[in-house]
């Protein structure tokens, strides 16, 4: 402290600079009159502390940018890679400028102008480390410094230091409170926000005395907020900026924790570790209420055992007797008496599987696992009524009380387990016939044929272990029974048989019939660019491809025709680009608009990482070439790959007509612009185009009279024309249209390294077309989405379709590692599908993955699933849909336990419904291979609805041809409901002469 400087004056100071430590230091030693001091002068200070901040970052990015655009550094750069773009830097003798490409060439990877900056670099990636100065940061070798510009922390130094001042000067309750202010929010450039480190705030509260910390503790514990379900933030895991501070302070303080629910979820929302959880001190407080806290099922209800997982800690903590076993399962049990959703007792359910409880553990909680048997989800019930079953112990009124408990439930499945127990029962203590006859009554009434058939079978072979007075329970009860079955149970039992109705048999019910799909709408023309600077500027920051598209043909027209009203309709659109690496529409647009209004002063784009998708990299190049040639004097008139349908396409004649025009004027197409041409044509063009077509002279004339000749009919010939030649064979190929890739999908549960699982590979072999750029393109493998990097891969994603939307597979197949996974849903929309249903080609096991991922989106993906049915049912109205492919990936997922099997069935029978009854059945037939019963399981009700479905889509279509699977299932021993249905299968599908 200076010598005239007071308390205040001086922890301002250190405020004011950043400095974290000696804020800690100095709000440590303060004395009670001090910390009146200053908590009087804190809450003024706030704003004040921001406004300066804000003035000092403004001045700094003021100087940076200045530095950043000297002219003679723009105009080398812009020369440079004018250079490298320039149409005659191929002009060789013997070459022209349609030739295969150098490494190097203008944006290519191994370009000197593009290569990545060095590991060796990494000193001028580190900030200062004093007081004031920003976290360290070490960027990656795809960043750069300048693309942090809008995300650093200069402005923000203040606010860690004053939130620790106010925590070690105001009181209990107005700690907590300032603690919170969101004042002292920060987020980071994603919008997540940035918790800061926890231990300065430890160490100023621990100068407080032992009862003003344990208060604090208590009272954040308290501030701990449920996780918002489906919330942003990756980063905060917990839920809760508090809960890291609050279980900290609780230890450290040895305060009891509060009984606060959240408080609980997030503790068991961190990683499991043995062997911090033996010296946990909040342990013993905290895990009785593991079993009774709200909330605690959903956050572990997809947990399985692992190095990390509360399943694995707490076996191991039991198996070692650090927490006692009664507890865990004690726990369990009156959790599942607490009841809840099947899928929140599902955590409990495994942790008490897992710990493989004795008989003698089960015999001495009878009462708890009878009590479970009614109540309880269906698989809850069936977990109790499996360790009851064990049991040789059990009285009568108990074995009555379970069966009870059972059989008046509506789940077919768990009532067919439970009359199987009963058979057992009765056939090894047949005394007891008599006492559970009341039970067995129980399901005489129920909604499926099944059990009541079983249960009068159960019924009459145990007949002869009945009193009078247990036979006359079930006379008297047989009344909800179908008429035979009435009549098969009165003539054991006694009593007076009905008139037996005649069942309508299966081949009289009502027969499916499914409606019709409409029509897909035809491809709408595409809008055109405008015509004038006024209504460009209305549209030339618009999001999407399609008003991209017409904003970039209309700057390069209006660029030619009418630049003075370009550049002033422009100007007001210009804005600062802080970062380097121009990765969005956006950057991009605001980048050609402040070139043309301000020559030069554009900062300086540095080169795409190797990160950038595919797709993305040929988009990107698309408008840097035109950056390039605004800045080099030299836009063609017009571009030649606008779009004339809404798909994407382009119609060939146009494309003829724009290439006359450019011939007629003199100028060359820009490279990645024609390329973009040729695939936006679309799979069959009018041979009379291409007969045009062949009347243009110049190379990229020639190039594009020889793609159109190949995708017409019947060729120019027979026209009159003469075929022009087509280009040499080279490094990129024959130069013939682009054949369809064969796309392959794969899954994979690999690591990438980078924190992400790899959830699907995909392949792409393209045979080369002899274009540069898109032979580029689609030899790149599509790389997977990572947590870390989803940014830099997808800013175009909405412009793939338009890309290749003759080729929807090869799209859908760069797509598919953009499907999320539990990331939140902004990595690829769902309209996506409908762009592609509406785009042309085949579509295969690419395309189906995204649709069966779409049809039944993961909970927490928030996706609503419309636009995936509007595209299934398009394409299942063309005829395009790859059902198999379909069905199989709905298997895999249903194996994969990401979906139910019956929620499968649902969907596969409502579309059936709905029109696509065809599609729909190469669906099932793909699918139920993969889904039947093995041999020895017991069928579920799902199972039996798939096969059902199978019957009544073969009956509808006419389908022929024995499923080997479903033969096998049809050979079985039996006359379960399953294997009659496999039957009648079998049957229509290979009907007997």
Not at 216 to 233: D, Q, W
Not at 664 to 692: N, S, Y
Not at 743 to 766: F, K, P
Request: aromatic share 6%; charged share 20%; proline share 10%.
């Amino acid at each position: 402290m200076a010598p005239h400087e007071t308390t205040w004056d001086a922890l301002r100071r250190l405020i004011d600079a950043g400095d974290v430590p000696g804020t800690v230091a100095a709000v440590a030693a303060f004395d009670d009159a001090a910390r009146r001091l200053v908590a009087r002068e804190l809450p003024d200070h706030i704003q004040v502390a921001r406004d300066d901040a804000r003035k000092a970052e403004a001045a700094r990015r003021a100087g940076r940018t200045s530095s950043r655009h000297e002219p003679a550094a723009l105009s080398t750069f812009f020369q440079e890679l004018w250079h490298y773009n320039r149409p005659s830097h191929l002009q060789a003798p013997g070459h022209d400028d349609l030739s295969p490409r150098p490494q190097g060439v203008w944006l290519g990877d191994s370009s000197p102008l593009f290569q990545e900056p060095r590991q060796d670099d990494a000193p001028r990636h580190l900030q200062g480390t004093g007081p004031g100065a920003p976290s360290p940061r070490f960027l990656e070798p795809w960043e750069d410094e300048d693309d942090f510009d809008f995300e650093t922390d200069a402005d923000q130094g203040w606010i860690e230091p004053m939130r620790l001042a106010g925590a070690g000067v105001l009181s209990p309750a107005a700690a907590v409170a300032w603690i919170n202010r969101r004042d002292f929010d920060r987020w980071d450039l994603n919008g997540f926000p940035v918790i800061a480190d926890h231990r300065p705030l430890l160490d100023v509260i621990a100068a407080r005395p032992p009862e003003w910390q344990a208060d604090v503790a208590v009272r954040l514990a308290l501030r701990v907020r449920p996780r918002r379900r489906g919330g942003r933030s990756g980063r905060d895991r917990d839920g809760d900026r508090n809960l890291a501070l609050a279980l900290a302070l609780l230890r450290a303080t040895g305060a009891a924790p509060p009984d606060h629910d959240p408080l609980v979820v997030g503790y068991v929302s961190r990683d499991a570790r043995p062997g911090s959880l033996r010296t946990d001190p909040l342990l013993p407080h905290l895990l009785p209420r593991l079993f009774t806290a709200q909330g605690v099922g959903r956050a572990l209800r997809d947990q399985q055992h692992g190095p990390l997982s509360w399943l694995t800690a707490l076996r191991t903590l039991a198996h070692d007797g650090v927490v006692s076993r009664d507890l865990l399962l004690d726990g369990c049990r009156r959790r599942f008496l607490l009841g809840g959703d099947a899928h929140d007792l599902r955590f409990f359910a495994r942790l008490h599987e897992s710990l493989s409880p004795t008989e003698a553990e089960v015999e001495g909680a009878a009462i708890a696992y009878l009590r479970i048997l009614p109540t309880a989800p269906g698989p809850i019930a069936e977990l109790a009524m499996r360790h009851l079953r064990r049991l040789t112990t059990l009285g009568p009124a108990d074995i009555a009380e379970g069966f009870e408990g059972l059989l008046f439930r509506g789940e077919t499945g768990l009532v067919s387990a439970a009359l199987a127990w009963l058979a057992a029962v009765l056939r090894d203590s047949p005394q007891l016939a008599d006492a559970l006859a009341p039970a067995l009554t129980l399901t005489f009434g129920h909604r499926s044929r099944s059990v009541q058939e079983k249960a009068v079978r159960l019924a009459v072979r145990h007949a002869r272990h009945f009193t009078p007075l247990g036979a006359a329970t079930l006379s008297e009860a047989a009344g909800p029974l179908d008429d035979d079955l009435h009549n098969r149970l009165v003539a054991v039992f006694g009593g007076e048989p009905v008139e037996e109705q005649p069942r309508t048999p299966a081949a009289t019910q009502p027969a499916f019939v499914p409606r019709k799909l409409p029509v897909p709408p035809s491809p709408a023309p595409a809008e055109a660019p405008p015509r004038t600077a006024r209504h460009l500027a209305g549209l030339f920051l618009q999001d999407g491809w399609r008003a991209g598209e017409r904003a970039l043909a209309a700057f390069v027209r209006l660029a030619a025709e009418d630049r003075d009203g370009l550049r002033a309709a422009l100007a007001p659109l210009v804005e600062p680009l802080y970062g380097r690496r121009w990765r969005t529409q956006r950057e991009w647009m605001v980048a050609l608009a402040t070139e043309l209004t301000a020559p030069g002063t554009a900062a300086r784009p540095l080169p795409f990482d190797q990160r950038v998708s595919p797709m993305d990299r040929f988009i990107i190049r698309r408008h840097a070439e035109i950056l390039a040639a605004l800045e080099a004097g030299a836009l063609p008139p017009l571009l030649l790959a606008t779009p004339t349908v809404s798909t994407g396409h382009l119609d060939p004649a146009e494309l003829v007509a724009r290439l006359s025009e450019l011939e007629a004027a003199g100028a060359t197409p820009l490279p990645a612009d024609f390329e973009q041409a040729l695939l936006r044509l679309p799979r069959h063009v009018d041979p009379t185009v291409a007969a045009r077509a062949a009347a243009l002279r110049s190379p990229h004339g020639r190039r594009a009279a020889h793609w159109l000749a190949a995708r017409s009919h019947d060729g120019p010939s027979a026209h009159g024309a003469v075929r022009s030649p087509a280009p040499a064979a080279g490094a990129h190929g024959s130069g013939e249209p682009l054949r369809d890739p064969d796309v392959r999908v794969a899954w994979s549960g690999a690591d990438d390294g980078l924190g992400s699982r790899v959830w699907m590979t995909v392949t792409v072999t393209a045979h080369p077309a002899g274009l540069p750029l898109a032979d580029e393109m689609l030899a790149a493998p599509p790389p997977h989405v990572n947590v870390v990097t989803d940014g830099h891969l997808g800013a175009f994603l909405g412009w793939w379709p338009s890309v290749l939307p003759s080729h929807r597979e090869v799209v859908a197949a760069h797509l598919v590692p953009h499907q999320p996974l539990g990331y939140g849903d902004g990595v690829l929309p769902s309209s996506m599908l409908g762009e592609l249903a509406g785009a042309g080609g085949p579509a295969g096991a690419a395309f189906a993955v995204l649709l069966a991922h779409r049809v039944m989106p993961v909970p927490w993906l928030g996706a609503d699933p419309a636009e995936a049915f509007l595209a299934l049912r398009r394409l299942a109205a063309t005829g395009d849909l790859p059902a198999a492919e379909f069905g199989a990936e709905l298997a895999r997922r249903v194996l994969r336990e990401e979906v139910p099997l019956r929620a499968v069935v649902d969907l596969l029978e409502a579309e059936a419904a709905n029109g696509a009854h065809e599609a729909m059945w190469h669906a099932v037939v793909a699918a139920l291979p993969s889904l039947l019963p093995a041999p020895g399981d017991r069928p579920t009700s799902a199972q039996t609805g798939l096969v059902t479905l199978a019957v009544t889509l073969a009956r509808c279509t006419g389908a022929r041809g024995a499923i080997p699977a479903v033969t096998a299932l049809a050979a079985r021993p039996g006359t379960s409901r399953i294997i009659r249905q496999a039957q009648a299968l079998q049957n229509l599908l290979s009907p007997t002469p």
